[in-house]
């Protein structure tokens, strides 16, 4: 995927988007002193925007939502997978 921001976007208008990462190297953390990298857990995107050359994401992440910057380059270097659901439409319509 060349540009991921707009993939990620693009799969949101019609549903939900789960991103496989590795956290250890979005957070930074004491106890951990080697990141290696290996994808370590999912996160829903709810909300993604690019300007002046950073993501703005905010995602969902075991209960509770997050709010991060990084730069597009950050993100392909966490990100191992992309998946996505689109919502069934209604019969009712």
Same mark, same amino acid.
């Given at each position: 995927?060349?540009?991921? *921001?707009?993939?990620?976007? +693009?799969r949101m208008k019609n549903g939900?988007?789960? /991103?496989?990462?590795?956290?250890? !190297? !979005? =957070?930074?953390?004491? #106890? $951990?002193? &080697?990141? %290696?990298? /290996?994808? $370590? #857990?999912? &996160?829903?995107? +709810?909300? %993604?925007q690019l300007k002046d050359g !950073? &993501?703005? !994401?905010?995602?969902? *992440?075991?209960?509770?939502?997050? %709010? %991060?910057? /990084?730069?597009p380059s950050f993100l392909k =270097?966490? /990100?191992?997978? &992309? $998946?996505?659901?689109? +919502?069934? +439409?209604? *019969?009712?319509?």
């Amino acid at each position: 995927i060349g540009d991921i *921001d707009t993939y990620i976007r +693009e799969r949101m208008k019609n549903g939900k988007v789960v /991103l496989f990462i590795n956290n250890r !190297m !979005m =957070r930074k953390k004491n #106890h $951990t002193t &080697i990141k %290696l990298g /290996l994808p $370590t #857990h999912y &996160i829903v995107v +709810e909300q %993604l925007q690019l300007k002046d050359g !950073m &993501i703005t !994401m905010v995602y969902w *992440d075991y209960g509770s939502k997050t %709010l %991060l910057q /990084l730069s597009p380059s950050f993100l392909k =270097r966490i /990100l191992f997978g &992309i $998946t996505y659901c689109t +919502e069934k +439409e209604s *019969d009712n319509q």
